[in-house]
């Protein structure tokens, strides 16, 4: 089945550094969504990008869609320890299915 | 609050035991979901509504049966489980597919933690 790569699986950062992750896959995707998961919660919807070459930003947050629509990447400047958690990007197959990626996750310390 | 709620929250259980798990949304969507959260397998999809018709079974044993008696309620019941079954279990509800439209983001239960012993 369809499946998509995440990496890195974890990342540890000192506040105010950055932090990238990046899904990868092996075949066109008509669209990718990101989802935030913060320790002990479920899983959020961040966005979804659909376009070639799109790129969205939420304040410290920039994603990205790839040109050949192949892969991702979620980017936090400076990050704050309330960024704490697992972000995990998520594709569309078929009418009704969403298939997440491993997941990267995000250690700030302060 | 997601509009999404599961019982129970916790839940242990013998591997005998039979058992179920409740998701009802109030969203008015047409589509939803359960997702097995493990460590070893995160946000693993194991079955997929749409109408209450169930789309997609993504080669779940059949310990685990899904139960969608109309757009805003969905069970999971679960009968001689194993202890690796053990996992946070998802439920999520979407707006659903309107033809070949992409459907929109998932909205998530807070999720019941199943324990087998």
């Known amino acids: 089945g369809q499946q998509v790569m995440q990496i890195p699986q974890y990342q540890h950062v000192q506040e105010g550094e950055d932090f990238t992750t990046y899904c990868n896959s092996s075949?066109?995707?008509?669209?990718i969504q990101w989802y935030k998961q913060r320790p002990g919660g479920h899983p959020v919807f961040l966005i979804q990008?659909?376009?070639?070459?799109e790129v969205k930003k939420q304040k410290r947050l920039t994603f990205q869609f790839g040109e050949a629509k192949k892969n991702s990447s979620l980017h936090i400047t400076a990050t704050q320890t309330t960024d704490v958690g697992t972000y995990f990007c998520?594709?569309?197959?078929?009418?009704?299915?969403?298939?997440f990626g491993t997941g990267t996750r995000l250690t700030v310390i302060p | 609050e997601t509009g999404v709620t599961q019982t129970p929250r916790h839940l242990v259980m013998g591997m005998t035991n039979k058992k179920s798990l409740k998701c009802e949304q109030h969203?008015?969507?047409?589509?939803m979901y359960w997702y097995k959260q493990s460590a070893k397998k995160p946000l693993e999809l194991m079955f997929v509504?749409?109408?209450?018709?169930?789309?997609e079974n993504n080669s779940v044993p059949s310990r685990f049966s899904p139960e969608c008696p109309n757009s805003s309620h969905l069970f999971l019941h679960l009968h001689t489980l194993q202890p690796e079954d053990s996992a946070l279990y998802l439920c999520?509800?979407?707006?659903?597919?309107?033809?070949?439209?992409?459907?929109?983001?998932?909205?998530f239960g807070e999720g019941s933690r199943l324990t087998v012993l």
């Open positions: 998520a594709i569309r197959t078929g009418a009704n299915n969403l298939f």
């Open positions: 075949t066109t995707l008509s669209n």
């Open positions: 990008l659909v376009k070639s070459g």
């Open positions: 969203l008015g969507h047409n589509a």
């Open positions: 509504y749409s109408l209450e018709e169930r789309v």
């Open positions: 999520a509800s979407s707006q659903g597919d309107t033809g070949d439209i992409d459907t929109g983001e998932l909205f």
